[in-house]
Nanobody
Framework: QVQLVESGGGLVLPGGSLRLSCAGS????????MSWYRQAPGKERELVAG????????NYADSVKGRFTVFRDNVKSTVYLQMNSLKPEDTAVFYC?????????????WGKGTLVTVSS
């Protein structure tokens, strides 16, 4: 049974940091590109950051470049999203995705999401 389980969300002050984690199981984690998407209230889901199966390439939405970093540990079957300098507009449910395609095509396996709230 494929599972992607996100953790690390929560309430943070503007300018603060959070690290999200996503643990995968039930599939060959090292064979998939991993991505983080987010969906803010009333908005469509958008790709935030992605990393290839080997970890050698990454991509980011323009809105998070320089603030977010995606990385992975294939031994632990876990992908991370380090989020710094958080802004209220980063508030969203963040979803982990495993996709055989690169760049990611909004396909494959999905986690249930973790809520990030940036507010004072």
């Amino acid at each position: 049974q494929v599972q992607l389980v996100e953790s690390g969300g929560g309430l943070v002050l503007p300018g603060g940091s959070l690290r999200l984690s996503c643990a995968g199981s039930g599939f060959t984690f090292s064979g998939y590109a991993m991505s983080w998407y987010r969906q803010a209230p009333g908005k469509e889901r958008e790709l935030v950051a992605g990393i290839t199966s080997t970890g050698l390439r990454t991509n980011y939405a323009d809105s998070v470049k320089g603030r977010f970093t995606v990385f992975r540990d294939n031994v632990k079957s876990t992908v991370y999203l380090q989020m710094n300098s958080l802004k209220p507009e980063d508030t969203a449910v963040f979803y982990c995705n495993a996709d055989r395609n690169w760049p990611p095509k909004n396909m494959g396996y999905w986690g249930k999401g973790t809520l990030v709230t940036v507010s004072s």
